[in-house]
């Protein structure tokens, strides 16, 4: 009986043993593993645990390197790449005046018609001398458009004679064709306002008051209605002013005034030669009935300064006789 007791403690010593052998080589795995991805240690030799935890890490910034890194921009640039910026277009008027010295100024004349008629502009007005043909001169105003505008001034210069001279100006009026919309809008919402206001009123007296404000936005309204019509028909068509002269025709070049005090003398010499020539002439239109009003007015003195003595000398002898 004893031995039987001292046989199974020995099987159950036994089984312990080969049961703890085998959670060790179950531990021991894993790590076996990891020594065979990052390099067998030598014999003998622990893993280092701080070598262990460095390695994940190095593993993870390696590819980290591996990958693309991605362009950084700006915050300012981001949000200037998004601005869409809308471009308003330009509102220029475009005037010319040229002055060109043909061999027959009424054919010159109706060749430059043509000319602008064909490049779709018209005739606006029309001046010309009825002298001799080499002393002639015509005087057009033309409305071209401005697409066709210095195709236009091109042509005229060179097919029409000798071109002596050409001035060419551009006025930019965006702003202010922006300024009478905005203006023109505000007047037609203040007038609809008061109309609605108008229909609710309640007193005579609310009626006349409403209605005379209604009147005053009519007129600005109209007012501005035909700054904006002015303004589109200016830059719609550009202006060119056309000068024809005969080839023995006298063209007076303008002169540049000067500033200063040069400016100031020729301005002041020039008032007074006007106002002595408004007085000369005024002086010869009263001088004729001076003429004819002269001689009655001194006769008239005459008579008056003779008549005085004598009522002078009637008075005292009236005083000197009894009563």
């Not at 025709?249 to 030669?273: C, D, I, N, R, Y």
Request: proline residues 5%.
């Amino acid at each position: 009986m004893r031995r039987h007791q001292i046989g199974v403690a020995l099987t159950a010593a036994c089984a312990a043993l080969l049961l703890s052998g085998c959670g060790s080589g179950a531990t021991m795995a894993p790590a076996s593993s990891a020594d065979s991805a990052g390099g067998a240690p030598e014999h003998g030799q622990v893993p280092d645990a701080e070598a262990q935890a460095r390695a994940p890490r190095e593993t993870a910034a390696d590819s980290d390197l591996s990958r693309p890194v991605p362009e950084k921009t700006g915050g300012a640039g981001n949000i200037a790449s998004k601005v869409q910026v809308t471009q308003q277009e330009r509102q220029v008027i475009y005037t010319a005046s040229m002055t060109v010295r043909a061999k027959d100024v009424t054919a010159s004349a109706q060749q430059a018609k043509q000319i602008v008629t064909t490049a779709g502009g018209h005739l606006a007005r029309e001046e010309s001398s009825s002298a001799e043909e080499t002393s002639a001169k015509a005087l057009l105003e033309f409305k071209i458009p401005p697409a066709r505008y210095p195709e236009v001034l091109g042509s005229l210069g060179k097919n029409l004679g000798k071109q002596l001279r050409l001035e060419q100006g551009t006025q930019d009026v965006t702003l202010q064709v922006a300024d009478v919309e905005s203006r023109l809008k505000s007047a037609q919402q203040a007038l609809d306002s008061l109309r609605t206001l108008l229909k609710k009123a309640d007193t005579i007296g609310q009626v006349l008051q409403v209605e005379r404000e209604i009147a005053g936005r009519e007129a600005d309204l109209e007012s501005l209605q035909a700054q904006q019509k002015e303004l589109a028909t200016q830059v719609g068509m550009a202006t060119l002013t056309l000068q024809l002269v005969g080839p023995a025709a006298v063209v007076t070049e303008p002169t540049e005034e000067p500033a200063g005090f040069l400016g100031g003398l020729k301005s002041g010499w020039e008032s007074l030669v006007a106002f002595l020539k408004v007085l000369l002439t005024v002086l010869g239109t009263v001088l004729p009935w001076l003429v004819v009003v002269a001689p009655v007015l001194v006769l008239a003195i005459v008579l008056l300064r003779r008549r005085r003595p004598e009522r002078q000398a009637a008075v005292p002898a009236a005083e000197t006789q009894p009563s």
